[in-house]
């Protein structure tokens, strides 16, 4: 039966014994091996009443098990959604509940946890461990290894994954099975990806950089991985010799520049360095050019579409730009109220239409609407340019997003949970630039009348709320915050005022 994804991504790898995935352990997984478990696992899905369209959310470390999920969920024709891992309890709640999840699988150290938010939202909970135990490879044990593929066409569902907004409602983005395809097809391309490239793997698999973007190229070319679990410097560093490719965010780069271990010599064997998920500084293209004789090529993309636009791989990779729109995709720079375009090199919202963009927000209609144009393209919210050569430049965030170490961070939802700490009157969560994250958080509160605030017990009071990542690296203390006439918080002052709250 046709199902595009999987007879592009995994349908011609069910009898090729070439390597797969290298682990960091030293062993490794061939094509035709992985296949097998993911037959073995849509299998288990299907016994545990996952239905075509039914939605499977997953919580759980990076391992090949984790990504033998995702193929199931291809080839049962489930809708996968994959969950950032430091997210919690409370968080998780929210996204079963409102994917309707079918299924939770969880690391088999959350279960007591997170039983209850399984049990409310309806979900069977079933574990899956980094060392490939859990009971969901149990149930999949003994299982056939092969599948009888569910037919899909181009325009179903393959996946969800969730953006926060302004309003701190978390959006369910649906992703369809051509917006996956278009966007490895166009990449393979463009970035010359071949069954003999070995790519450097060490992004998480929650998150579309990782997953729809690094797996699907690869998967699509046909080459390997050195799937290592965390960004470790010492593995990276010991892989690359062994690789011909690394996908990373800045924080991967500006890590490795640190340690003098990086040598043209050992970024010898290297063809291709990209970075994205943050904006890259041009003092790290500089410099990491000097030091290895590449330019890391920088690229554009986000939840909802995966990738817009590259530097190119031939020709020149332009430091502070995000390159061309990719093949397929069109993009424009528009006046955000109108959506008039605007001059050439002036700044406006970029808008983006193309096979790559998603198909709306999940049982968010209205807010589906606001985001397209009549004519079918979508309302990035980000601010850029385009030069007279074509290149494209992120200016700025007209939704105050904060990019820390490749994570999305919306300040609305922090800062719901900031106002609701005891003695905080109000609050106003900046992003401002840190040497390793791009820019870290910053919660900038005021005291109710006659309160005393802790810095220390705000803090406290986050961890069990927000996901690590997600939480202030510094809470500032101060009288009141700054206002416009119409009464609205000045992000920009703040964002001024402790622009160098991180190299104190």
Same mark, same amino acid.
């Given at each position: 039966?046709?199902?595009?994804?999987?007879?592009?991504?995994?349908?011609?790898?069910?009898?090729?014994?070439?390597?797969?995935?290298?682990?960091?352990?030293?062993?490794?997984?061939?094509?035709? /091996?992985? !296949? =097998?478990?993911? $037959?073995?696992? #849509?299998? @288990?899905?299907?016994?545990?009443?996952? %239905?075509? &369209?039914?939605?499977?959310?997953?919580?759980?470390?990076?391992?090949?098990?984790?990504?033998?999920?995702?193929?199931?969920?291809?080839?049962?024709?489930?809708?996968?959604?994959?969950?950032?891992?430091?997210?919690?309890?409370?968080?998780?709640?929210?996204?079963?509940?409102?994917?309707?999840?079918?299924?939770?699988?969880?690391?088999?150290?959350?279960? /007591?946890? !997170? =039983?209850?938010? $399984?049990?409310? #939202?309806? @979900?069977?909970?079933?574990?899956?461990? %980094?060392? &490939?135990?859990?009971?969901?490879?149990?149930?999949?044990?003994?299982?056939?290894?092969?599948?009888?593929?569910?037919?899909?066409?181009?325009?179903?569902?393959?996946?969800?994954?969730?953006?926060?907004?302004?309003?701190?409602?978390?959006?369910?983005?649906?992703?369809?099975?051509?917006?996956?395809?278009?966007?490895?097809?166009?990449?393979?391309?463009?970035?010359?990806?071949?069954?003999?490239?070995?790519?450097?793997? @060490?992004?998480?698999?929650?998150?579309?950089?990782?997953?729809?973007?690094?797996?699907?190229?690869?998967?699509?070319?046909?080459?390997?991985?050195?799937?290592?679990?965390?960004?470790?410097?010492?593995?990276?560093?010991?892989?690359?010799?062994?690789?011909?490719?690394?996908?990373?965010?800045?924080?991967?780069?500006?890590?490795?520049?640190?340690?003098?271990?990086?040598?043209?010599?050992?970024?010898?064997?290297?063809?291709?360095?990209?970075?994205?998920?943050?904006?890259?500084?041009?003092?790290?293209?500089?410099?990491?050019?000097?030091?290895?004789?590449?330019?890391?090529?920088?690229?554009?993309?986000?939840?909802?579409?995966?990738?817009?636009?590259?530097?190119?791989?031939?020709?020149?990779?332009?430091?502070?730009?995000?390159?061309?729109?990719?093949?397929?995709?069109?993009?424009?720079?528009?006046?955000?109220?109108?959506?008039?375009?605007?001059?050439?090199?002036?700044?406006?919202?970029?808008?983006?239409?193309?096979?790559?963009?998603?198909?709306?927000?999940?049982?968010?209609?209205?807010?589906?609407?606001?985001?397209?144009?009549?004519?079918?393209?979508?309302?990035?919210?980000?601010?850029?340019?385009?030069?007279?050569?074509?290149?494209?430049?992120?200016?700025?965030?007209?939704?105050?997003?904060?990019?820390?170490?490749?994570?999305?961070?919306?300040?609305?939802?922090?800062?719901?949970?900031?106002?609701?700490?005891?003695?905080?009157?109000?609050?106003?969560?900046?992003?401002?630039?840190?040497?390793?994250?791009?820019?870290?958080?910053?919660?900038?509160?005021?005291?109710?009348?006659?309160?005393?605030?802790?810095?220390?017990?705000?803090?406290?009071?986050?961890?069990?709320?927000?996901?690590?990542?997600?939480?202030?690296?510094?809470?500032?203390?101060?009288?009141?915050?700054?206002?416009?006439?119409?009464?609205?918080?000045?992000?920009?002052?703040?964002?001024?005022?402790?622009?160098?709250?991180?190299?104190?």
């Amino acid at each position: 039966m046709p199902n595009p994804l999987y007879d592009a991504f995994f349908r011609p790898h069910e009898e090729n014994d070439r390597p797969f995935l290298h682990l960091k352990d030293g062993t490794g997984l061939s094509y035709r /091996a992985f !296949l =097998a478990m993911t $037959a073995r696992y #849509a299998h @288990a899905l299907r016994e545990n009443g996952v %239905a075509v &369209g039914d939605r499977v959310a997953l919580q759980v470390k990076k391992s090949p098990e984790a990504l033998a999920v995702y193929a199931a969920c291809v080839a049962a024709g489930a809708v996968f959604l994959p969950l950032n891992s430091a997210y919690t309890p409370a968080e998780i709640d929210y996204f079963v509940s409102d994917a309707e999840a079918r299924i939770l699988i969880c690391d088999g150290a959350a279960e /007591a946890a !997170l =039983a209850p938010v $399984a049990s409310g #939202a309806g @979900a069977t909970l079933l574990t899956l461990n %980094a060392d &490939g135990s859990g009971s969901f490879a149990a149930a999949a044990a003994g299982m056939a290894e092969r599948f009888d593929v569910a037919e899909r066409k181009a325009g179903d569902l393959a996946a969800f994954l969730y953006t926060s907004g302004t309003t701190g409602r978390s959006k369910g983005a649906m992703l369809t099975q051509k917006n996956l395809l278009s966007n490895a097809l166009a990449l393979v391309d463009y970035w010359r990806f071949s069954a003999d490239d070995v790519l450097l793997h @060490a992004l998480p698999i929650f998150h579309t950089h990782g997953l729809f973007v690094a797996t699907n190229v690869m998967l699509l070319a046909g080459g390997a991985m050195i799937f290592l679990p965390a960004p470790d410097i010492d593995d990276l560093i010991a892989s690359l010799p062994r690789a011909t490719a690394m996908m990373g965010v800045p924080t991967f780069y500006t890590r490795l520049l640190a340690d003098p271990r990086l040598t043209r010599e050992s970024a010898a064997h290297m063809r291709l360095f990209i970075s994205g998920s943050a904006p890259l500084l041009a003092e790290t293209h500089v410099e990491f050019e000097k030091r290895t004789g590449q330019r890391i090529l920088e690229r554009y993309g986000m939840t909802e579409t995966n990738m817009n636009t590259s530097n190119p791989y031939d020709g020149e990779r332009r430091a502070g730009t995000v390159g061309f729109p990719l093949p397929g995709v069109e993009l424009r720079i528009c006046e955000p109220e109108s959506g008039a375009e605007v001059a050439a090199g002036e700044i406006g919202v970029i808008e983006v239409r193309g096979p790559n963009v998603f198909a709306g927000y999940w049982k968010m209609p209205e807010k589906t609407k606001e985001e397209f144009r009549d004519d079918g393209f979508f309302i990035t919210g980000d601010l850029g340019t385009i030069d007279s050569d074509g290149y494209v430049t992120i200016v700025g965030r007209s939704k105050d997003l904060i990019i820390s170490g490749g994570y999305n961070i919306y300040p609305k939802e922090v800062e719901l949970v900031l106002d609701e700490q005891p003695g905080v009157a109000e609050s106003a969560v900046i992003g401002v630039p840190h040497p390793d994250l791009g820019e870290g958080v910053v919660g900038v509160v005021t005291a109710k009348a006659g309160a005393e605030l802790d810095v220390e017990a705000l803090l406290a009071g986050l961890r069990d709320r927000l996901a690590r990542f997600k939480q202030p690296r510094r809470i500032v203390v101060v009288d009141e915050l700054p206002r416009n006439t119409m009464g609205k918080v000045q992000k920009n002052l703040l964002r001024e005022r402790f622009a160098l709250i991180f190299r104190a």
